[in-house]
């Protein structure tokens, strides 16, 4: 069956089941740092509307997107390819949704289809206009750090002098708790191994999650003890000291959205600042 490509875009797209269960995400590649700010478009789509362009732009997949099953190439994708579906065949989110920020490009002369994270992707031949993933620009004494890598990442600008860069490999582990924590015990629900909390928005409720030993520390996190709900919770757990590299139990309670959040080095992770958010956590 022939796909049309631009105009008919709504006509190329089916969608899988969000039920299928999705499988282990591979460890993401290292992403190049977008040289600006993006333009934040809202839910994301097919970025065709900025084909031929080289616009960096950010755009917020929701939980449990549906797969499209209309995507082509790798690491380079067409124009006319879903983005949330190709940032989870990237490794750059997983079904839990989040933000991503992505750089047009050039039509590419080939596109290679694969198979990654339950998602394939199609082959194809030369077409007109293509994006990738990148991590969003961030500064720190007028430098960005080269070797930021995006898993659930997102674009949230950073803004004023506490603005942070995204350098996103740490290690280390301090005995300080965030600011504003209570000195409640661990209670509340389960819910496996952690992720980011964007599902318990607005609920108020005390959420405990596991991370793994020699977790992921690529992706964006935003916040200082408060952080906002589609941080990494390992990452952000490691930031604010309440967990090493090794791993372990952790407890958030879901708060209501900030007007802004401070970006800040600590343990080894950089944190970056943002404006006002719909939902936060801060650590028990």
């Not at 996103?168 to 992720?195: F, H, M, R, V, W």
């Given at each position: 069956m022939q796909i049309s490509r631009f105009g008919?875009?709504?006509t190329a797209i089916a969608l899988a089941s969000a039920s299928v269960a999705a499988p282990a995400m591979a460890e993401p590649a290292s992403l190049p740092v977008a040289p600006q700010e993006a333009q934040d478009i809202g839910v994301c789509a097919a970025p065709t509307s900025w084909a031929r362009t080289d616009k960096i732009l950010t755009c917020t997949c929701p939980a449990n997107f549906a797969i499209s099953t209309s995507l082509w190439g790798t690491d380079i994708y067409t124009a006319d390819s879903y983005i949330c579906s190709t940032a989870l065949h990237a490794s750059v989110l997983d079904r839990s949704g989040g933000r991503v920020t992505i750089q047009m490009l050039p039509g590419q002369n080939s596109y290679q289809g694969t198979k990654r994270n339950g998602v394939s992707t199609r082959s194809?031949?030369?077409y007109t206009a293509s994006y990738r993933y990148v991590t969003p620009f961030a500064m720190d004494n007028g430098e960005a750090d080269a070797s930021v890598t995006a898993r659930k990442s997102g674009s949230k600008e950073s803004f004023g002098k506490d603005a942070a860069t995204a350098i996103l490999n740490g290690l280390g582990l301090a005995g300080?708790?965030?600011a504003?924590?209570?000195s409640e015990q661990k209670s509340g629900q389960d819910i496996g191994q952690c992720t980011s909390a964007t599902k318990w928005r607005g609920t108020g409720e005390i959420l405990n999650?596991?991370?793994?030993?020699?977790?992921?520390?690529?992706?964006?996190i935003w916040g200082t003890d408060v952080?906002?709900?589609d941080s990494y919770i390992c990452k952000a757990a490691l930031h604010a000291g309440r967990i090493g590299r090794s791993g372990g139990?952790?407890?958030i309670r879901m708060i209501a959205g900030q007007s802004s959040y401070a970006g800040t080095r600590r343990n080894g992770v950089t944190s970056l600042a943002y404006r006002s958010y719909a939902g936060s956590y801060r650590f028990n």
């Amino acid at each position: 069956m022939q796909i049309s490509r631009f105009g008919s875009i709504s006509t190329a797209i089916a969608l899988a089941s969000a039920s299928v269960a999705a499988p282990a995400m591979a460890e993401p590649a290292s992403l190049p740092v977008a040289p600006q700010e993006a333009q934040d478009i809202g839910v994301c789509a097919a970025p065709t509307s900025w084909a031929r362009t080289d616009k960096i732009l950010t755009c917020t997949c929701p939980a449990n997107f549906a797969i499209s099953t209309s995507l082509w190439g790798t690491d380079i994708y067409t124009a006319d390819s879903y983005i949330c579906s190709t940032a989870l065949h990237a490794s750059v989110l997983d079904r839990s949704g989040g933000r991503v920020t992505i750089q047009m490009l050039p039509g590419q002369n080939s596109y290679q289809g694969t198979k990654r994270n339950g998602v394939s992707t199609r082959s194809y031949g030369k077409y007109t206009a293509s994006y990738r993933y990148v991590t969003p620009f961030a500064m720190d004494n007028g430098e960005a750090d080269a070797s930021v890598t995006a898993r659930k990442s997102g674009s949230k600008e950073s803004f004023g002098k506490d603005a942070a860069t995204a350098i996103l490999n740490g290690l280390g582990l301090a005995g300080l708790g965030g600011a504003g924590q209570g000195s409640e015990q661990k209670s509340g629900q389960d819910i496996g191994q952690c992720t980011s909390a964007t599902k318990w928005r607005g609920t108020g409720e005390i959420l405990n999650c596991a991370c793994p030993a020699n977790f992921s520390v690529k992706g964006p996190i935003w916040g200082t003890d408060v952080y906002t709900d589609d941080s990494y919770i390992c990452k952000a757990a490691l930031h604010a000291g309440r967990i090493g590299r090794s791993g372990g139990q952790v407890s958030i309670r879901m708060i209501a959205g900030q007007s802004s959040y401070a970006g800040t080095r600590r343990n080894g992770v950089t944190s970056l600042a943002y404006r006002s958010y719909a939902g936060s956590y801060r650590f028990n």
